[in-house]
């Protein structure tokens, strides 16, 4: 099974950008559909971006679309969260997610392996 880790969090000023990466160990990295999500204080953890095993197919929330760019690089083991035009409210720990099936999802509870997560903070 793989493990993830994410990196790249920190803080920025609102309209600012910032890309997080998500690193999986292990050699079948192509088999997972791979998602982001992200969970603020007080708050239930969100979907935020989903991409295919081939990274043909990507899926937003609609609070973030056209704003962040998931994107995969199979051969680096590697996902990928393009952030911009943060807006304070995008505050939160983000996670990156990972499921064995072509069938891509943004449910939290379908996912089964979960990196720990990077905080983002996004000031006014």
């Known amino acids: 099974q793989a493990q993830l880790v994410e990196s790249g969090g920190g803080l920025v000023q609102a309209g600012g950008s910032l890309r997080l990466s998500c690193l999986a160990s292990?050699?079948?990295?192509?088999?997972?559909?791979m998602g982001w999500f992200r969970q603020a204080p007080g708050k239930e953890r969100e979907f935020v971006a989903a991409?295919?095993?081939?990274?043909?197919?990507?899926y937003y929330a609609d609070s973030v679309k056209g704003r962040f760019t998931i994107s995969r690089d199979n051969a680096k083991n590697t996902v990928y969260l393009q952030m911009n035009s943060l807006k304070p409210q995008d505050t939160a720990v983000y996670y990156c997610?990972?499921?064995?099936?072509?069938?891509?999802?943004?449910?939290?509870?379908?996912?089964?392996?979960w990196g720990q997560g990077t905080q983002v903070t996004v000031s006014s």
């Open positions: 292990g050699r079948t990295f192509s088999i997972y559909t």
């Open positions: 997610a990972a499921r064995s099936s072509v069938v891509v999802t943004t449910t939290p509870n379908e996912y089964a392996i």
């Open positions: 991409i295919s095993r081939s990274g043909a197919g990507t």
